[in-house]
């Protein structure tokens, strides 16, 4: 199937600072990406729609000076968490379709700690 | 409000036998039902799915069933492995947002050798 890569898979960082998480697409193009969250013993749950050449599409509550996103080709989106506290410790994953929406192949995750 | 809910948490079974889980959801637009499995510190990998207008998905041990009268879906899996122990999570997709997954809470699959 589709490989879909994360980089990094794990960080750690001060409050106050930026973090950039990649998500690329190895083996095939994805115009949509999308960017989930998962707190600990809990669900997914979709934070935004990263689409390739326009802006991302952002879920209630999400926000979106909080949380940039960056479609820059058909291979790789970028969410870059911003000002990070604490409270945005979580685990990071990205999906993107691969012949259809139906179709959606996860990245590995990225687990974000801010101290 | 969940639209999505997997009310059993957990669920262990003995190797060899029937692995059931459970999905309930709210919206009848939903058009596209998913399962995926997830390891820990992993991002979930697809497993089987189902369309609206089927009611029955089987692939090697995992069969998906969908009762749409019921806004119900499970999965069964047979025989259960040990290898088979992970969270499950069913996620649907359809509604008005074009692509979006709205996962379940998750059921954590323990099979016991």
């Known amino acids: 199937g589709a490989v879909v890569s994360q980089h990094p898979s794990r960080v750690i960082c001060k409050s106050g600072t930026s973090v950039k998480i990649e998500c690329r697409s190895l083996?095939?193009?994805?115009?949509?990406m999308f960017w989930y969250r998962q707190f600990p013993k809990q669900s997914l749950m979709l934070m935004a729609t990263?689409?390739?050449?326009?802006?991302?599409?952002?879920e209630q509550g999400v926000e979106k000076d909080k949380f940039l996103i960056n479609h820059a080709s058909l291979t790789l989106s970028t969410l870059t968490v911003t000002s990070a506290h604490p409270e945005d410790s979580s685990f990071y994953i990205c999906?993107?379709?691969?012949?259809?929406?139906?179709?959606?192949?996860f990245g590995p995750g990225t687990r974000l700690t801010v101290l | 409000d969940q639209q999505v809910k997997q009310n059993s948490p957990s669920l262990s079974v003995q190797e060899g036998r029937i692995s059931i889980l459970n999905c309930d959801y709210t919206?009848?637009?939903?058009?596209?039902f998913l399962w995926y499995k997830k390891y820990p510190a992993e991002g979930p990998t697809f497993l089987i799915s189902?369309?609206?207008?089927?009611d029955k998905n089987e692939d090697g041990r995992f069969t998906v069933f969908l009762n749409k009268s019921a806004k119900h879906l499970s999965l069964h899996i047979v025989p259960s492995q040990p290898g088979d122990s992970a969270v499950y999570f069913c996620?649907?997709?359809?509604?008005?947002?074009?692509?979006?997954?709205?996962f379940g809470q998750g059921t954590i699959l323990t099979v016991h050798p």
């Open positions: 083996d095939f193009q994805a115009t949509t």
């Open positions: 996620a649907v997709l359809g509604g008005t947002s074009y692509g979006k997954l709205t």
């Open positions: 189902i369309s609206s207008i089927k």
């Open positions: 999906s993107a379709p691969a012949g259809g929406v139906d179709t959606q192949y």
């Open positions: 919206n009848s637009m939903f058009d596209y």
């Open positions: 990263s689409n390739e050449g326009s802006k991302a599409t952002y």
